[in-house]
T-cell receptor, first 114, second 111 residues
Framework: NAGVTQTPKFQVLKTGQSMTLQCAQDMNHNSMYWYRQDPGMGLRLIYYSASEGTTDKGEVPNGYNVSRLNKREFSLRLESAAPSQTSVYFC?????????????FGQGTRLTVV | QKEVEQNSGPLSVPEGAIASLNCTYSDRGSQSFFWYRQYSGKSPELIMSIYSNGDKEDGRFTAQLNKASQYVSLLIRDSQPSDSATYLCAVKGTGRRALTFGSGTRLQVQP
């Protein structure tokens, strides 16, 4: 089982460029999440999708958009990248629509905005 | 006050010792608690979940939960150098649909 797969693993963008981070899970999970991780700040929730067809803002949504394409896929888009968005991005999924069960993480995308 | 607080460390213990990692949370109604291990440059991986007061043991790992004190801990017995990593505490808060993470405690096990 692949679990949660993210692409790309590494990306360098220039300020103002756009890109989409892709995430897919093969565990038939209902909920999917995007987190960012910065040194000393742990994981912060950007957006989540409790079920197919729904998306909601998390703690740090500004500058990002998301699409829950189907039950398997949840993408994160940066429309105009800024240096403050330099971070490691993790996609995660859980079986519960209430987020009460353990989350499984993808391998992460290391993004640098110059 | 942060919703989930952890000492950033590093916590340094000798090989074979017990490592004790602590986490406090602010939402008294929280029901689900998780410990994740994250090696440098890797993604978090779940090592323990706990939902009710008391202790839960899995191999060398024991999670302890005290809801009255809003405190959850992770004990690692017979610590090994391979246990050296950052340990993240995660909490499912009241009405939340996602986990809230602490900033993690870095554990160093000295051979």
């Amino acid at each position: 089982n692949a679990g949660v797969t993210q692409t790309p693993k590494f990306q360098v963008l220039k300020t103002g460029q756009s890109m989409t981070l892709q995430c897919a899970q093969d565990m038939n999970h209902n909920s999917m999440y995007w987190y960012r991780q910065d040194p000393g700040m742990g994981l912060r929730l950007i957006y989540y999708s409790a079920s197919e067809g729904t998306t909601d803002k998390g703690e740090v949504p500004n500058g990002y958009n998301v699409s829950r394409l189907n039950k398997r896929e949840f993408s994160l888009r940066l429309e105009s990248a800024a240096p403050s968005q330099t971070s490691v991005y993790f996609c995660a999924s859980t079986s519960s629509t209430q987020g009460a069960t353990e989350a499984f993480f993808g391998q992460g995308t290391r993004l640098t905005v110059v | 006050q942060k919703e989930v607080e952890q000492n950033s460390g590093p916590l340094s213990v000798p090989e074979g010792a017990i490592a004790s990692l602590n986490c406090t949370y602010s939402d008294r109604g929280s029901q689900s608690f998780f410990w994740y291990r994250q090696y440098s440059g890797k993604s978090p991986e779940l090592i323990m979940s706990i939902y009710s007061n008391g202790d839960k043991e899995d191999g060398r790992f024991t999670a302890q939960l005290n809801k009255a004190s809003q405190y959850v801990s992770l004990l690692i017995r017979d610590s090994q150098p391979s246990d050296s990593a950052t340990y993240l505490c995660a909490v499912k808060g009241t009405g939340r649909r996602a986990l809230t993470f602490g900033s993690g405690t870095r554990l160093q096990v000295q051979p």
